[in-house]
């Protein structure tokens, strides 16, 4: 049913754990515009006839794609932005002019965002271990790859990682190991980190509410190293809890949330979303 209001919305399965309506609503209302965000279940059937219909909705503007999407939609859209397109999968769609439907990656740029006073200094070497390769990996993996990390990427199908990397960052000196690697403890000395940026990313669901938990071993975390999660729900994982109790610099699932969040909405609204508040939004997906 037509409302009149523009609305964009996020879609999945499952989606009730989503905390991309809460974003969206809180800068809708800093900024007093007239329009809504909401979540949508769609399922990996129904993903087809949920954008025929949304196509012929006017007040539509577009949607998030969360799991198990982000490449399925692929094949479904009228255009790909290059860089959704060289990364290989959409976390955002927009209906733009004449009714087409354009994919954009902005987990990508979300992902970077609160690495960027690290990443604007000067390295000897950079290297991330990252943890998981779906849809999400891809995106952080060809983030790393372009800001000169070596990627040890880790999956239960090392060959899936290894597919990635080839596709994603072909010129680099990476690797793909099994997840299981990374939970048995390992011996290895570390050299001296001065000058060295290491990298520890959660890209896996694992550790999410209703999912098994992350097992990581944390001698695999060479000394200085930022460990990073993605997951939002819980915001304080268990891995971020260890590496915070061990003294690594941490970075939560939010930062990158609300990073691909702010770069959608300019999209969804046409105005950029207003940053000055963060902290408050925070407060309110954390609670």
């Known amino acids: 049913m037509n409302t009149g209001i523009p609305f964009a919305e996020v879609i999945g399965d499952p989606i009730v754990q989503s905390k991309s309506p809460t974003i969206h609503r809180f800068w809708l209302g800093q900024l007093g515009i007239d329009a809504d965000y909401r979540a949508a279940l769609v399922t990996a059937d129904g993903l087809g006839g949920y954008l025929a219909a949304r196509r012929a909705d006017p007040d539509w503007r577009g949607c998030n794609v969360t799991m198990p999407h982000k490449q399925a939609i692929l094949p479904l859209l009228d255009r790909i932005d290059p860089q959704a397109s060289a990364i290989g999968a959409v976390n955002t769609v927009v209906q733009e002019s004449g009714g087409q439907l354009v994919g954009y990656n902005t987990d990508a740029a979300g992902f970077l965002e609160p690495l960027m006073p690290l990443l604007d200094q000067r390295h000897l070497y950079r290297m991330a271990r990252v943890l998981g390769a779906g849809g999400a990996a891809r995106a952080i993996v060809a983030a790393l790859a372009g800001r000169g990390f070596h990627v040890v990427l880790a999956a239960r199908d090392p060959a899936k990682a290894q597919t990635l990397l080839t596709e994603l960052a072909p010129q680099g000196d990476?690797?793909?190991?099994?997840?299981?690697?990374?939970?048995?403890?390992?011996?290895f000395a570390f050299d001296d980190r001065a000058g060295l940026l290491d990298l520890v990313v959660n890209a896996s669901p694992l550790g999410m509410a209703g999912q098994p938990p992350l097992a990581f071993d944390f001698s695999h975390t060479p000394p200085g190293s930022v460990v990073y999660d993605i997951v939002t729900d819980p915001v304080e994982t268990p891995l971020l809890a260890e590496a915070r109790a061990r003294g690594f610099a941490t970075v939560d699932g939010l930062a990158m949330l609300i990073g691909q969040a702010a770069a959608a909405f300019a999209k969804f609204y046409g105005q950029p979303a207003p940053r000055q508040r963060d902290a408050d939004l925070r407060k309110r997906l954390a609670a």
Not at 176 to 187: E, G, I, K, R, S
């Open 174 to 187: 990476h690797h793909a190991v099994d997840l299981a690697h990374f939970a048995t403890p390992t011996d």
